[in-house]
């Protein structure tokens, strides 16, 4: 028998060749998320996607598809037909949102929560609605062992990395494992000048299980403002700055908002938050959010010289209640 056999059979033994029957649980993992998901509809526009989570029809998707203004919010099962749902719970910290469909004697096909998150490498699966193409399910890779902040327009939320190249239209929609599972929730994509990169954002495993156990809205503190790091600034901001001087940069500074009625500037930079001292933006974010709704938050800051160096109190807002 000569080589190039041997290594066939070694394959074919091995499943590397064998393809049919990952074809087929694919398949069947196509089928069991068509009949658990849905779009979802805001004022008859299709704003986005989402999936059962409850034989009740509660339904999980993305808290920012709620940001603009409307009047009547529907789902719509590719199996089951259209269902008025109203809100029930948000975590925009997370972008993360829990509804209910008004249908009391009606049992719905869902999905299950993994029982851990999905390591690095592993691969997913997302179910959604790409610009008005329905019924689209797209394969990923875990992308990063941690949670990272990501600026989404006028919040941050903390997400998984997932390395896909989706667009719009997939937001609110499941990520799934191998089992149909839910890992997260699909919430953004990493690009430049609108153009996707190839790494999509997603609500985490652990704050989808505790939003849906409290199913109440989560309490996300805001400053109203976004962070930079150092090593992201502009060489002619650099060269101004005091080597010594470490922290992070304020930026996007919301007029009237609690860091602008702090005296908070753009380019200012922030050395501590509640006396500890921070050079990260994930560090600085996560410090701001362990802080009590009730209490101001500690800054300390410098000018973009490096001088005139104080500590301000700022009381923070909560986004879920705007």
């Known amino acids: 028998m000569n080589l190039v056999k041997i290594v066939a059979l070694i394959f074919l033994s091995s499943g590397i060749l064998n393809t049919g029957l990952a074809d087929e649980s694919t398949a069947k993992l196509y089928g069991k998320l068509k009949e658990s998901c849905v779009e979802i509809i805001l004022d008859r526009h299709t704003d986005g996607s989402g999936c059962f989570v409850s034989k009740a029809g509660h339904v999980l998707t993305a808290a920012h598809i709620f940001q603009r203004e ?187 908002g609690p860091a602008d009625k702090a005296g908070i500037k753009d380019g200012m930079v922030i050395t501590q938050i509640n006396g500890k001292m921070v050079t990260r933006r994930n560090d600085f974010l996560k410090l701001l959010r362990q802080t009590k709704s009730s209490n101001k938050v500690s800054l300390t800051v410098v000018d973009s010289n490096g001088k005139n160096q104080r500590t301000v109190g700022i009381l923070p807002v909560i986004l879920e209640s705007e």
């Open 70 to 256: 409307h009047k009547h919010l529907e789902v719509v099962s590719p199996k089951l037909g259209r269902f008025t749902a109203q809100l029930i719970a948000l975590d925009i910290g997370h972008d993360i949102a829990i509804l209910k469909v008004k249908a009391p004697n009606q049992e719905f096909p869902f999905l299950t929560l993994a029982a851990k998150a999905s390591l690095p490498g592993t691969d997913v699966y997302l179910y959604g609605t790409p610009i008005f193409r329905r019924n689209v399910m797209a394969k990923g890779m875990i992308a990063s062992d941690q949670t990272n902040f990501e600026f989404l327009g006028k919040f941050y939320a903390e997400e998984i990395h997932i390395s896909v190249v989706t667009t719009k239209g997939t937001s609110g929609g499941p990520w799934v494992n191998q089992n149909g599972e839910i890992i997260g929730v699909q919430s953004g994509i990493m690009a430049l000048d609108k153009s996707p990169q190839g790494v999509a954002f997603a609500g985490p495993l652990f704050a989808i299980k505790r939003l849906l156990s409290e199913k109440k809205n989560a309490q996300t503190l805001s400053l109203k403002m976004a962070i930079e790091e150092i090593g992201e600034q502009p060489l002619d901001y650099l060269k101004k700055l005091p080597a010594e001087v470490d922290g992070v940069v304020a930026k996007l500074v919301k007029k009237d």
